[in-house]
């Protein structure tokens, strides 16, 4: 089995606006799908969802926001029924921790971030893996890390501590 890469990571959310903004105008993404309910109208094998494409057709269905070359963010609103956020802190419950990205020059990207007016969670520091990073939040909370290779990055060289 070969994989070629991580396609997308998919989060849902009840700020689309927010998020999409987050993504697109302030990390420079771009919109590359933006498929709403009334696909779903004619779908006799998936009932709920065209239940919704009768009754609000325009209703977004999911957002594919572009990060990199076919790499996305793929964001969906929230549906009727999900649990809000709880108090847990990150990395305080099991399941989704971050995703990273990574850049040609981290110290220029945190500059650009912050001039779109990203607040960066923390400063410029190098891993354990000899690998550059900062790390950001967007506006649901999820974390994700900006990473730069080094010469010396396990990722790139491998590591394994025996």
């Known amino acids: 089995m070969k994989f070629n890469d991580v396609m997308h990571i998919a989060f849902y959310t009840d700020k689309m606006d927010e998020m999409m903004a987050f ?5 420079g993404g771009k ?9 779903y109208a004619s ?16 209703r977004i269905f999911n957002v594919y ?24 802190p990150w990395n305080g419950r099991l399941g989704y921790s971050h995703f990273a990205l990574t850049v ?31 790390w ?6 999820n974390k994700f890390e900006v990473m730069q290779f080094t010469e010396k990055s396990y990722q790139v060289n491998g590591h394994i501590d025996e």
């Not at 110290?107 to 000899?130: H, L, N, Q």
């Not at 950001?136 to 909370?141: A, E, L």
């Open 31 to 39: 919109v590359q799908v933006l498929t709403r309910y009334k696909v």
């Open 104 to 134: 040609d020059d981290i110290f220029a990207t945190r500059e650009e971030m912050i001039a779109a007016g990203i607040t960066p969670d923390t400063e410029i520091s190098k891993g354990p893996s000899e690998t550059y990073q900062f």
């Open 65 to 88: 926001i572009e990060l990199a070359p076919n790499q996305f963010i793929e964001l969906f609103p929230r549906m009727e029924g999900q649990l809000d956020r709880d108090d847990t």
């Open 43 to 58: 779908r006799d094998d998936r009932p709920a969802m065209q239940k919704i494409a009768l009754e609000d057709p325009q």
């Open 136 to 141: 950001v939040s967007d506006p649901d909370g």
């Open 23 to 27: 993504y697109t105008q302030k990390l």
